[in-house]
């Protein structure tokens, strides 16, 4: 063999074992879980109630996040239903299954309009204070030809009686949340302590809180109280508000995200122990990422932390809201998946730059098939748990 073609053949290897290098470090990469790739740079979570989920699903949750929010049995009504009972049974074993796999836990929430039990705002509750049980929900007879009612009056038609008064509805808050915080305290790093205040549209200009449930009932003086509240009962956990399209508007600061600004200023001049404000982030394809990123630093400039609480981008429809979510085309094309991943890949590469004040990135769902949003197939892992575009265009940005 003569030098010229030694030569070659050297080179020739050099580049070869180069790109079988460049391979391995890209596989290797792909391998990565989501909490090692993002591991020193913010939290990442899911949502579960852990109640049924397979051993595999179980796995999931241990192997790729650090944090885990329930979905549903802390809220107010299924924890608390009834004035003389407390129903700790699931959140209970949630806990100890986090504590015995190393998984901290997010609490959620504290205080909302939905799925809060009507006797909060009962004068009168009479019960028997020995029963335990869950009480039985009442029937109505609706007349379907009727007006359609506006959330306000469909509230005050659950309410039995007459209205408690704001006292009466404020310490039966303030035991609520000293109740559950306590039980907790130590165990749960933090709290979602008021859930969507701000109503979807209205003046911008004002706070817009929604005029019905606490906030007609107590005002707005509630929500600095529940963060008094939540902070003398653990004075150590982080203390969020928590809503959803509160990033829309961010900009031109106008809409729901100027409302939130006019809010977030009031608790902090108010004295209220606030850590941060979270962003659910039910998103979709066309989601304006200008606005998010704007919400980020508009929130941090108040001295605020940051975390997206509830993440799902949906690979059909663009609804961002609470409703109409389960109208997902079925026959989504694989193209939509992979714009999925560019967006959720623009995403983090926002939360990337903000690492500084985001805590937390927390998925709401453990798979597609465990999503509020069924049928949009909004999350990173399929309905059998594999992989999607969108996971490993997530692990990609951690190594830029």
């Known amino acids: 063999m003569n030098t010229r073609n030694l030569i070659t053949n050297l080179i020739l290897i050099v580049v070869l074992a ?34 049924g989920l397979s051993e595999a699903e179980l796995n999931n949750v241990k192997e790729q996040y650090d944090v885990l929010t329930p979905e549903n049995c802390m809220k107010p009504q299924p924890l608390h239903p009834w004035e003389t009972f407390y129903n700790f049974g699931r959140a209970d074993s949630l806990v100890e299954w ?16 939905a799925q809060t039990a009507p006797w909060f705002f009962q004068a009168e509750n009479p019960i028997n204070e020995e029963t335990t049980s869950l009480p039985k929900p009442r029937r109505r007879n609706w007349d379907p030809n009727a007006p359609r009612l506006t959330m306000a009056e469909y509230w005050r038609r659950s309410i039995t009686g007459e209205m408690a008064s704001r006292e009466v509805a ?18 749960i790093i933090g709290w979602d302590v008021f859930n969507e205040s701000i ?24 929500l600095t109280k529940a963060f008094q509240w939540a902070h003398e009962a653990d004075p150590d956990a982080q ?7 509160i990033e829309q508007g961010a900009v031109e600061n106008k809409g729901k995200h100027a409302s939130s600004m006019v809010l977030l200023k009031r608790l902090i001049d108010e004295g209220a122990p606030i850590t941060g404000v979270g962003i659910q982030g039910h998103w979709h394809l066309d989601t304006d990422l200008a606005d998010v990123e704007k919400a980020i630093e508009n929130y941090a400039s108040l001295g605020l932390r940051v975390a997206i609480t509830e ?16 109208q997902g085309d079925r026959t989504i094309p694989e193209e ?19 690492a500084d004040v985001i805590d937390r990135v927390t998925f709401w ?5 465990r999503s509020w949003r069924w049928g949009q197939d909004a999350l990173i892992f399929d309905g059998e748990l594999n992989p999607k575009p969108a996971f490993k265009a997530i692990i990609d940005v951690s190594s830029k």
């Open 311 to 326: 993440l799902d981008v949906t690979a059909t429809g663009d609804n961002s809201g609470a409703f109409g979510v389960r």
């Open 18 to 51: 180069a790109n079988l290098i460049g391979q391995d470090k890209t596989d290797n990469a792909s391998q990565k879980t989501l909490k090692e790739a993002y591991a020193g740079k913010f939290l990442i979570g899911t949502a579960s109630d852990l109640n």
């Open 170 to 187: 404020l310490e039966r808050l303030e035991k609520h949340i000293k109740t559950v915080v306590g039980r907790y305290k130590g165990q």
């Open 239 to 245: 203390l969020y508000y928590n809503d959803y399209n």
């Open 365 to 369: 769902g453990v798979s597609d098939s």
């Open 98 to 113: 986090c504590q015995q796999n190393d998984v901290k836990i997010w609490g959620h929430t504290l205080a909302w309009h």
């Open 199 to 222: 109503a979807d549209s209205g003046d911008c200009t004002t706070e817009n809180l929604r005029d019905w449930s606490w906030y007609s009932v107590v005002g707005p003086d509630v």
């Open 336 to 354: 939509n998946y992979q714009k999925q991943a560019e967006v959720y890949k623009a995403l983090f590469e926002i939360f990337m730059r903000h």
